[in-house]
């Protein structure tokens, strides 16, 4: 009670702080007893000598003003803390000053790995941003002739790539290196690299832009899918499962919702808002390799791999969203796995990139019939993930090649354009720009991004 009394007794920074009564420091019996005042002190022999200040340098957990030189020390749970200490405290905390504010942030900024550049369109071309406003229907496809731009970031080969319809100047790509980066395609910088995404402890295999903001989703071999605010260059969601991620795509109608597919042939969709999956798709199936919204995105088409089993009647599959029910898994039945789907931009179409050498068309109203009498031939698909992608107005088939050519096919007639020498390895993706008709964006086994006009 008296050790109590005695902490409390003390509030003035003026008085000198009292020490134990002395039947506490007195190991002597004989000691005389402590006189009975309202603030009792030692006597002199008792009294031990304090420093008012802390030796040079301050403890940890205190802060130093640099324009003061002064150390003071910050209050510890527990201890009280005395007016003067609280007012200089308050004065610290309510008047940085604005060298320490810009030094803040300068080391906020040199400290975030993935913002490498601008992303800002002021170094876009004018004939860009009319083509933006006046597209209309005056957007009539042209063929690219040579490579304009080339992007080299990536150490191992790409595996996608994707133009943002937002911004149509930034353009993302993913890699087995791990990396999921963002191109300023027509930046006057000598650095196109503005974004780079390291977040992935894995091959990267798909990457897509969300059509709402600035957001990026990828997935890959680490299990997770991740979303990206491309803008402030954070990671800002993890979507973890228990199988490799082959694909991820976010829902046309709905940008809260996106599909995701694995390796043990399990689909999810995915709502970002409560991070959680609110329909699972399950049946006996491949490693799923890629998948596509039909029906305004009350139906989807999945593709998986059939490679090692004797049935093929599963490797395309038309699947209804809300019952989480197949509609027909008969849609193509030759032994031969499709890496890529895409659904024609405005008729009822969707083809199958084949293993078999060729690309396949379907409808996409039941009984999601075959055509038998068309299809598109010339390129190389055996041995690699070669995709493929409808021009926006939908009259052009571009895919990609194991011969490392871009092949460009009329969709009506399905009789080949234009085939392009692009790289010496196999050109893995290839892509339109939603705005400009005589640009397309490719991807290299040997990790190179290349923009052809």
Same mark, same amino acid.
């Given at each position: 009670m008296?050790?109590?009394?005695?902490?409390?007794?003390?509030?003035s920074? /003026?008085?000198?702080?009292?020490?134990?009564?002395?039947?506490?420091t007195?190991?002597?019996?004989?000691a005389?007893?402590?006189?009975?005042?309202?603030?009792?002190y030692?006597?002199?022999?008792?009294?031990?000598?304090?420093?008012s200040? $802390?030796?040079?340098?301050?403890?940890?957990?205190?802060?130093? /003003?640099p324009?003061?030189?002064?150390?003071v020390?910050?209050?510890?749970p527990? $201890?009280y803390?005395?007016?003067?200490?609280?007012?200089?405290?308050?004065?610290?905390?309510?008047n940085?000053?604005?060298d320490?504010?810009s /030094?803040?942030?300068?080391?906020?900024?040199?400290?975030?790995?993935?913002?490498?550049?601008?992303?800002s369109?002021?170094?876009?071309? $004018?004939?860009?941003?009319?083509?933006?406003?006046?597209?209309?229907?005056?957007?009539?496809?042209?063929?690219?002739?040579?490579?304009?731009?080339?992007?080299t @970031?990536?150490?191992?080969?790409?595996? #996608?790539?994707?133009?943002?319809t937002?911004?149509?100047?930034l353009?993302?790509s #993913?890699?087995?290196?791990g990396?999921?980066?963002?191109?300023?395609?027509?930046?006057n910088?000598?650095?196109k690299?503005?974004?780079?995404?390291?977040h992935?402890?894995?091959?990267?295999?798909?990457?897509?832009?969300?059509?709402?903001?600035?957001?990026l989703?990828?997935?890959?071999? /680490?299990?997770?899918?991740?979303?990206f605010?491309?803008?402030?260059?954070?990671?800002?969601?993890?979507f973890?499962e228990?199988?490799?991620?082959?694909? #991820?795509?976010?829902?046309p109608d709905?940008?809260?919702?996106?599909?995701? @597919?694995?390796?043990?042939?399990?689909l999810?969709?995915?709502?970002?808002?409560?991070?959680?999956?609110?329909?699972?798709?399950?049946?006996d199936?491949?490693?799923?390799l890629?998948?596509?919204?039909?029906?305004?995105?009350k139906?989807?088409?999945?593709?998986s791999?059939?490679? @090692? $089993?004797n049935?093929?009647?599963?490797?395309?599959?038309?699947?209804?969203?809300?019952r989480?029910v197949?509609?027909?898994?008969?849609?193509?039945?030759?032994?031969?796995?499709?890496?890529?789907?895409?659904?024609h931009?405005?008729?009822?179409?969707?083809? #199958?990139?084949?293993?078999?050498?060729?690309?396949?068309i379907?409808?996409?109203?039941?009984?999601?019939?075959?055509?038998?009498?068309k299809?598109?031939?010339?390129?190389?698909?055996a041995g690699f993930?070669i995709?493929?992608?409808?021009?926006?107005?939908?009259?052009?088939?571009?895919?990609?090649?194991?011969?490392?050519?871009?092949?460009?096919?009329?969709?009506?007639s399905?009789?080949?354009i234009?085939?392009?020498?692009a790289?010496?390895?196999?050109c893995?993706?290839?892509?339109?720009h939603?705005?400009?008709?005589?640009?397309?964006a490719?991807?290299?086994?040997?990790?190179?991004v290349?923009?052809?006009?």
């Amino acid at each position: 009670m008296d050790l109590i009394c005695n902490s409390y007794a003390n509030d003035s920074d /003026d008085e000198p702080e009292p020490v134990a009564n002395e039947r506490l420091t007195s190991g002597t019996a004989g000691a005389a007893p402590s006189i009975h005042l309202k603030r009792p002190y030692p006597f002199p022999e008792q009294r031990q000598y304090k420093p008012s200040r $802390r030796p040079y340098p301050p403890p940890h957990g205190s802060y130093s /003003d640099p324009q003061t030189s002064s150390s003071v020390t910050l209050p510890v749970p527990g $201890r009280y803390v005395s007016k003067r200490e609280r007012s200089l405290l308050a004065s610290i905390s309510t008047n940085p000053s604005k060298d320490q504010g810009s /030094d803040l942030s300068q080391k906020l900024t040199s400290s975030s790995p993935t913002v490498l550049g601008s992303i800002s369109d002021s170094d876009v071309p $004018r004939h860009v941003l009319s083509s933006v406003t006046h597209r209309g229907s005056s957007w009539r496809t042209e063929m690219p002739s040579t490579m304009s731009i080339s992007l080299t @970031g990536h150490t191992k080969a790409g595996t #996608a790539i994707d133009w943002s319809t937002t911004h149509v100047h930034l353009l993302a790509s #993913a890699g087995l290196d791990g990396a999921v980066y963002v191109w300023n395609v027509w930046s006057n910088d000598t650095k196109k690299k503005v974004r780079g995404f390291l977040h992935h402890n894995a091959p990267v295999k798909d990457v897509k832009w969300s059509k709402q903001g600035l957001s990026l989703l990828s997935c890959g071999y /680490d299990c997770t899918s991740r979303l990206f605010d491309v803008e402030r260059g954070v990671e800002t969601q993890a979507f973890k499962e228990d199988q490799v991620i082959g694909v #991820a795509k976010f829902h046309p109608d709905n940008f809260n919702l996106f599909l995701s @597919g694995g390796s043990k042939g399990s689909l999810r969709l995915w709502d970002i808002r409560a991070n959680k999956v609110v329909h699972e798709y399950i049946r006996d199936l491949g490693a799923i390799l890629d998948v596509e919204f039909i029906a305004g995105g009350k139906r989807f088409i999945s593709s998986s791999d059939v490679s @090692g $089993r004797n049935i093929s009647e599963n490797a395309v599959i038309v699947w209804d969203i809300s019952r989480e029910v197949p509609l027909s898994n008969q849609v193509y039945v030759e032994a031969y796995t499709c890496p890529c789907i895409k659904r024609h931009p405005q008729d009822p179409v969707f083809i #199958a990139q084949s293993h078999g050498n060729y690309t396949a068309i379907f409808s996409t109203n039941p009984p999601f019939k075959l055509n038998k009498y068309k299809r598109f031939e010339g390129h190389w698909v055996a041995g690699f993930p070669i995709r493929c992608n409808f021009s926006p107005d939908g009259e052009t088939l571009v895919s990609g090649s194991s011969d490392g050519s871009i092949y460009m096919y009329n969709y009506k007639s399905t009789e080949l354009i234009k085939k392009l020498k692009a790289y010496e390895q196999p050109c893995v993706d290839v892509t339109y720009h939603p705005v400009l008709p005589n640009v397309v964006a490719a991807c290299s086994w040997n990790g190179q991004v290349s923009v052809f006009e």
